[in-house]
């Protein structure tokens, strides 16, 4: 089976405390919602969501409250055995922000419940009713060849299915959720069963279609278990022999799937859907780094597999908003070369005029979200965050729980799908006025102020447990140390291009100093991400010749660090004062104030825009930074380590 | 896998589908000296032992297991 949905691999693996975290629920006075609901938020597994739903059972007997969690009181009607499938719903509704009751009437009453005024569902009265009918609940008579009564077969079964309904709705007014019917993977004929009337698979097919229909008409809602079922594969879905055992209509592994697909069909009718898709740039919506491959390099061609991989993005993008999404975008990037993609790159299906609000700056992305909910007057429960960066998912995770952000696979061919299995735009009806609110917003792709910064992000910094190794220039860092220094664009403060016999050049003269920087956390390695080199300037200076850093890791005070990695040779190099330099270019505007920040002074500036910096060694403090320090293979020094 | 080793993998499996951390898995331990251990628990345990060691059971073994002895013997044949 394929994981993505198996596994429900948008959802965040089930932390090791999983089990510690929901024995606290029962000393905690509540209200408890928002604790259910983020214990609810990975991919948890059939014996997780029992264990949960069991928690929450203990929860309500306390009598603690589950606020902010909308109540919602689910009768399930089946023809088979629904009694594992029943807590995995009511803990995969939690992940949907709903505190689910549910009611289950005697195995097999289907007919007896729906139309019995008092009867255990209907005097229960709930606020939905889930037909979880499959297709071995029906009188299905082979008519083959037939097509008088094939169509009688499923006008018989069609007519039964209305008649629980006004059964429901007459008798306690409930929502009826019916299920369309998965067929078997067993053919007759073969090919032929989906022409001829009459066999099993062309009667399924008839009553779906149907089914379908009169649901659209009815104002009830549909849970199209046939196109899940479809989605795994029918051989999968069908496990005969948990069928012959105890009456399994699926597979149980595919349990916490299905219960997912409810929870976002309840969330849907109590308005929860999402609204919003707020989308990174570099790596997500292009192949690469804008700021650093220019409008020739980013890959977004038609033809180009990783370009077509977020060309794939973009055009689901813009379904999404045709049927009503709301776009944005959150990108670390100066403002006019994140938006030169949208007005000049030819292959761009997503434009300037797609987009409701565009920010891109150098902020934490939490203050963005946060800036872009509050210009659309949209709660951030209504949001949805696309990123390819597992450090920036897990920020906005951390730092806005209410932001649902899927996880993304390594390959980017399955982001789109990725982001369509995970449904957070789950609707249950579609009218006219949703064609038209992508407009609503007005999409001018405005800019909108930063408040405050969302509270926090030192300490998130601190849980990324972040190891920075420093080392001189060396034989086997130096293609690396080339490559960067020849693509580096943003964060480059001379972009002075050498090649690698000039950097070799660099390496052995031991009057240059030469720095290579790695950094590491709790995500994994980030590889080289700086590379420093000064030279002797006037007797007891060093010039900052070079000074580059990946925008990857920015905003985590890696440049403090490394500054002060540098006073620390300078001052056993017996240097007094650093000589900083900034050239401009169309592309390092992210860096005009680099050297202020860390404390130098300037001392002059050209009409170019050229400035020129100084700080004096002694005496000078950078700010420090969560981060441990190794520092080795220097010639003059020990194998440092430093927290 | 030798035979501790599948005590102590089947101890977490039962803790997890139990919901109860003091279960003592013993060969002699059987339905009913479990709280909870009813039909449909009983598959929800079958599962995931064929999950967690990656085999599969047949129904009629499944339908003659008698206690965790059973369980264990069948275990080391398919895995």
């Known amino acids: 089976m394929n994981p993505l949905y198996t596994e429900l691999q948008w959802l965040l693996r089930t932390p090791q405390e999983f089990s510690a975290r929901l024995k606290a629920l029962a000393n905690s006075p509540g209200p408890l919602g928002r604790d259910v609901q983020a214990l609810a938020l990975p991919a948890l597994d059939l014996n997780q969501l029992t264990k949960l739903a069991k928690a929450l059972d203990k929860v309500r007997e306390d009598g603690k409250s589950l606020n902010p969690l909308t109540p919602f009181r689910l009768a399930v009607l089946s023809n088979s055995t629904i009694d594992m499938i029943l807590p995995a719903l009511v803990a995969s509704a939690a992940r949907h922000g709903i505190a689910l009751e549910v009611i289950q009437p005697f195995y097999d009453q289907v007919a007896q419940e729906a139309l019995t005024p008092d009867s255990k569902v209907n005097s229960s009265k709930p606020d939905a009713v889930l037909l979880a009918l499959d297709y071995r609940a029906l009188p299905l008579k082979l008519s083959l060849g037939n097509a008088g009564a094939s169509s009688a077969i499923v006008q018989g079964v069609i007519g039964y299915l209305q008649a629980l309904r006004n059964g429901i709705k007459t008798n306690s007014n409930a929502v009826c959720i019916f299920q369309t019917f998965a067929p078997p993977a067993e053919a007759l004929f073969g090919s032929l069963d989906r022409a001829l009337p009459g066999t099993l698979r062309s009667l399924i097919d008839g009553i779906n279609r149907e089914l379908a229909e009169f649901v659209l008409g009815s104002g009830d809602v549909l849970l199209d278990v046939s196109a899940l079922a479809e989605t795994i594969g029918l051989a999968d879905w069908h496990n005969t022999q948990l069928w012959n055992m105890g009456k399994f209509a699926f597979s149980v592994e595919l349990i916490p799937l299905y219960a997912d697909h409810v929870g976002r069909i309840l969330a849907g009718i109590r308005g929860k859907s999402r609204k919003v898709l707020v989308l990174d740039l570099d790596n997500t919506v292009w192949g690469g780094v804008i700021g650093d491959d220019g409008l020739e390099g980013i890959q977004i061609a038609q033809g180009d597999a990783r370009g077509e991989a977020h060309l794939a993005v973009q055009r689901l993008a813009l379904d999404l908003r045709q049927r009503g999404i709301v776009l944005a975008v959150s990108s670390k990037n100066t403002d006019e070369v994140a938006r030169a993609p949208f007005e000049k790159h030819p292959e761009m299906l997503l434009k300037l005029d797609h987009i409701a609000v565009f920010q891109a700056n150098w902020n934490d992305k939490a203050t963005n979200i946060q800036a872009i909910a509050e210009e659309l007057s949209v709660g951030l429960d209504s949001i949805v965050f696309l990123d390819d960066n597992p450090v920036e998912r897990e920020l906005v995770r951390r730092l806005l729980p209410q932001v649902a952000v899927p996880e993304l696979p390594e390959e980017p061919a399955y982001y789109a799908r990725t982001l369509a299995a995970a449904g957070y735009f789950e609707a249950i009806s579609f009218a006219n006025e949703d064609l038209k609110r992508a407009d609503f917003y007005g999409d001018n792709a405005r800019r909108v102020k930063l408040q405050r910064q969302v509270g926090g992000v030192d300490a998130y910094l601190a849980s990324l447990d972040m190891t920075i190794t420093f080392q001189p220039f060396d034989a086997t860092g130096r293609a690396r140390i080339v490559q960067l220094i020849n693509k580096s664009n943003q964060y480059n403060l001379t972009t002075r291009r050498y090649t690698d016999p000039e950097v070799a050049a660099a390496e052995n003269d031991p009057e240059v100093f030469t720095l290579q920087v790695r950094l590491a956390d709790i995500f994994g390695d980030n590889g080289m991400i700086s590379v420093v080199i000064c030279r002797p300037a006037e007797a007891g200076a060093w010039e900052i010749d070079t000074w580059l850093m990946s925008c990857r890791v920015l905003g985590r005070k890696v440049e403090h660090i490394v500054l002060r990695e540098v006073l620390e040779h300078a001052r056993a190099a017996g240097v007094y004062q650093l000589i900083g330099t900034y050239r401009p270019t169309d592309r390092n505007k992210l860096v005009v104030d680099h050297y202020a920040k860390l404390g130098f002074s300037k001392v002059a500036a050209e009409e170019s825009g050229l400035t020129r910096w100084e700080l004096h060694v002694q005496g000078a403090e950078p700010e420090s930074a969560p981060i441990k320090v190794i520092s080795q293979g220097f010639a003059t020094d020990k194998e440092a380590s430093r927290a | ?79």
Do not use: C
Not at chain 2, 3 to 26: K, N, W
């Open chain 2, 1 to 79: 896998m030798d035979e501790p080793q599948v005590y102590a993998r089947l101890a977490e499996i039962f803790q997890d589908v139990f919901d109860e951390d003091s279960i003592q898995v013993t060969p002699e331990l059987s339905a009913k000296d479990v709280d909870g251990w009813d039909s449909l628990t009983h598959i929800r345990l079958i599962l995931t032992i064929e999950r967690v060691f990656k085999i599969k059971f047949s129904t009629s073994e499944i339908g003659k297991l008698a206690n965790v002895g059973d369980l264990v013997a069948l275990i080391k044949v398919r895995s």
